[in-house]
């Protein structure tokens, strides 16, 4: 069930996000300073090409740095990325088939605003780090 969802949602949703995360990637690493978010956004855009079947988690280790940098990241890039998450997610939710995708994809907004001090690991993983 996992493949299936995995790609409707690349058809209608993941490829997109892939290419925002890219391309916010990309456009911050042109400045050196900002090249841990630009590596945050690559790695995102890994989990929004194909999202079922894994979670994201928050690292123990994280601090104030990652809280620091969330706040960054929301000027410089997660805003636009939430809203994107947004509107595909309005979309997607207009079909029934849509609505499971949809509400995936309104998951991925809180990580799109804050993605420093998360990982992404598989459902089981996830399982047991909460243990």
Do not use: Q
């Amino acid at each position: 069930m996992r493949t299936i969802l995995n790609v409707i949602w690349l058809i209608f949703a993941g490829l997109a996000l892939f290419l925002g995360y890219m391309l916010a990637g990309i456009l911050l690493c042109i400045p050196i300073v900002t090249i841990p978010w630009a590596i945050a956004s690559f790695r995102i855009a890994r989990y929004a090409i194909w999202p079922f079947g894994r979670e994201i988690v928050s690292k123990p280790t994280s601090g104030v740095g990652s809280f620091l940098g969330n706040v960054l990241w929301v000027v410089l890039a997660g805003w636009w990325l939430a809203i994107g998450h947004i509107v595909s997610g309005l979309a997607l939710c207009v079909t029934i088939i849509g609505i499971p995708l949809g509400i995936a994809d309104f998951k991925m907004v809180p990580v799109s605003l804050m993605p420093l001090g998360k990982e992404i690991v598989s459902r089981k993983g996830a399982f047991d780090r909460t243990l």
